[in-house]
C-alpha cells in the first residue's frame, strides 16, 4: 500500500509565502473549497488561548470559509470516515504533554495516522508540529528529529534525511513532508 503524506510542521503557521503555497498545493484545491479540521486542545495556558485567532486568520487569511472550519477539541476518537470529510487537520499551539496525551488517550492517534498515510494533510504550529515530531515518547512519529520551536534562527532550508538529523530548529521557516521527502522550507 502506498503512503501519501502531506505533512507541515510549523512555529508560527503560514508565515511565508512558501509556506502557504506548499499547504495550497497539499490540498490541490481553491481555498473557498478547503475543509478543515481546527484543533486547538493544546491551548490549555493563557498565552497559548490568547493566540488562538492568529491561528484561525491563518486559514481565514488564505481563504479558506469559516462555514468550512470545524473546532474539534479532541474530548472524543473520530472515525476515518468522519476524518475523510476534511482536507486538512491544523492543530494549534500550546502544551505538546497535553496535546500527545489527548490525542493517545481519545485513541484519535489511530484515525489520523490513516488519513495522514492516506494523503490528509496535516498541519501543525508549535505543539502541534512537536507531537509529531521525535521530542515526546508515543509521539506520532512522523518525523524523528526533535523540534525546537520559535527559535532565534533556524535551520537552513534544504532537502535532508530524517535518518541523520536529529534536531531542526524553526522560526518562520517549516518542516515539509511529502511522501518520503524531507525539507525545510
Do not use: W
Amino acid at each position: 500500500m502506498s503512503c501519501t503524506r502531506k505533512i507541515l510542521l510549523t512555529s508560527e503557521g503560514f508565515a511565508t509565502q512558501r509556506i502557504k503555497d506548499a499547504f495550497l498545493d497539499f490540498t490541490g484545491k481553491d481555498p473557498k473549497e478547503i475543509k478543515a479540521l481546527f484543533i486547538p486542545a493544546a491551548a490549555i495556558f493563557p498565552d497559548a488561548i490568547a493566540v488562538l485567532p492568529k491561528c484561525m486568520d491563518c486559514l481565514l487569511d488564505i481563504g479558506v470559509l469559516p462555514a468550512n472550519i470545524t473546532v474539534f477539541d479532541l474530548h472524543r476518537s473520530m472515525t476515518a470516515e468522519e476524518l475523510a470529510a476534511f482536507d486538512t487537520i491544523y492543530f494549534t499551539g500550546g502544551s505538546p504533554q497535553y496535546l500527545l496525551e489527548r490525542i493517545n488517550a481519545t485513541g484519535f492517534n489511530i484515525p489520523l495516522k490513516d488519513y495522514v498515510s492516506g494523503g490528509g494533510v496535516y498541519v501543525g504550529i508549535s505543539a502541534g508540529s512537536i507531537v509529531a515530531a521525535g521530542n515526546l515518547p508515543d509521539n506520532l512519529g512522523y518525523l524523528k528529529a526533535a523540534l525546537r520551536v520559535h527559535m532565534e534562527t533556524g535551520t537552513a532550508p534544504g532537502v535532508f534525511d530524517d535518518n541523520a538529523v536529529s534536531q531542526i530548529d524553526l522560526t518562520n521557516n517549516a518542516v515539509l513532508i511529502h511522501n518520503d521527502k524531507y525539507e525545510i522550507i
